[in-house]
């Protein structure tokens, strides 16, 4: 155009420096970034996650569930009449017995995340969907030894494990009212006779403990317990399972005890249970600080031995809607460690979501060791007939 200033030249390749340049830069702020982030969730972890999950609403106290409406199999994530019972669920290769000779009653982890409110309503879908994923993967182990009853409770949200506010006592409470509801109805349902097997995960398994303490302890009932599964919760040897009226399962063919562990990789963090552990006052009355923790081998059945990954039966490799899975046997070992939680050693490979801070592997304490869970089931079980 007449009149226009020339145009600078520009060097060939100098867009594309420059571009690599920002590119660079780019990369290194978000390394920053992600080393910062990482650092701020060591510091602040806790802190973010309270903020995240706590609700902020005030507690709704809610009228108890009278133990009758629990005959209603809508009030049931699984029972042995249930269409579609999510805990019949099991890999290829495996199948669920057609007539169990016993009876379970399971308590599955939290599955309500809202902190819109302190407790999840009993037809959330959301929470009820991930109940049933819990129970493909948890108390599908169980069902060649039992028929499996699973019931809806008004768990308390996931933020409630996150404060020390007494709206989280009052929500934990108003979700056991609920366990104890079903629990009398499941025991009216299954007869006078037929051996029962517990198990619960997380807040389940802290449900279990407060059952086992007040329903079982003392009570006609024990006789008829072939083993509770409280996993993924720590009990106190000392502070806790006096008062739980069984003894720590001591070997692999025992019946009518306790079995327990959390499941670590390593390195392994478990600061972060051990600072509210330590802090709180067991069911005995006594604290908890120092105490040492029931740890059973999962793929021994005893407390405190070593096993090989060589020795696991198998690990359950789901698929994320557990509408297939694979068994992989062994992949994984186990093994006692510190105060009392299970070692599995590195990082398993195939596993790597959901994974807690300090490699805690919680979310899968059943389903790492579920073909040896199985069997302990079936061998306990068999030894309890034979009692």
């Given at each position: 155009m007449v009149?226009?200033?020339?145009?600078?030249?520009?060097?060939?390749?100098?867009?594309?420096?420059?571009?690599?340049?920002?590119?660079?830069?780019l990369v290194a702020f978000l390394i920053a970034m992600t080393i910062a982030a990482a650092f701020a969730y060591r510091l602040f972890g806790a802190?973010?996650?309270?903020?995240?999950l706590v609700p902020?609403?005030?507690?709704?106290?809610?009228?108890?569930?009278?133990?009758?409406?629990?005959?209603?199999?809508?009030m049931w994530v699984a029972r042995p009449d249930k269409p579609g019972n999510p805990a019949r669920w099991t890999p290829a290769g495996h199948q669920p017995a057609a007539d169990p000779q016993a009876a379970l009653f399971f308590l599955h982890p939290t599955s309500y995340l809202d902190r819109s409110r302190w407790n999840a309503p009993l037809d959330d879908a959301v929470a009820n969907e991930r109940a049933a994923l819990f129970l493909r993967g948890q108390a599908s182990a169980f069902n060649e030894s039992a028929a499996i009853w699973a019931p809806r409770y008004r768990q308390a949200t996931f933020g409630a494990f996150l404060t020390t506010q007494g709206e989280a006592q009052q929500a934990l409470d108003l979700a056991y009212g609920d366990v104890t509801a079903a629990f009398d109805e499941f025991l009216r349902e299954i007869g006078p006779d037929r051996p029962i097997i517990l198990a619960g995960h997380s807040q389940g398994a802290l449900h279990l403990m407060r059952l086992l303490r007040s329903r079982v302890a003392g009570q006609p009932i024990a006789r008829r317990i072939v083993a509770a599964y409280v996993v993924g919760w720590p009990i106190s040897r000392?502070?806790?399972?006096?008062?739980?009226?069984?003894p720590e399962c001591a070997n692999a063919d025992q019946s009518g005890c306790i079995l327990s562990w959390q499941s670590f990789a390593e390195p392994a963090d478990p600061s972060l249970i051990l600072e509210t552990f330590d802090a709180s006052t067991g069911l005995t009355g006594a604290a908890r600080r120092g105490t040492a923790i029931v740890c059973t081998n999962p793929i021994t059945g005893s407390p405190g031995a070593n096993a090989p990954a060589s020795a696991n039966r198998g690990t359950l490799f789901p698929t994320a809607d557990f509408k297939t899975?694979?068994?992989?046997?062994?992949?994984?070992g186990a093994r006692c460690s510190g105060r009392g939680f299970i070692l599995i050693g590195p990082p398993p490979t195939d596993i790597g979501q959901y994974v807690l801070p300090g490699n805690n592997y919680h979310v899968f304490d059943y389903s790492l060791f579920w073909a040896n869970v199985r069997a302990d089931a079936a061998r306990r079980l068999v030894n309890f007939r034979a009692r």
């Open positions: 009149g226009a200033a020339p145009k600078t030249a520009v060097a060939p390749g100098w867009s594309v420096c420059n571009l690599a340049r920002k590119f660079l830069y802190q973010m996650m309270r903020a995240a902020s609403a005030a507690f709704e106290p809610l009228p108890g569930v009278p133990s009758a409406r629990y005959a209603d199999a809508k000392t502070a806790d399972l006096p008062a739980l009226g069984l899975a694979r068994i992989g046997a062994g992949q994984v």
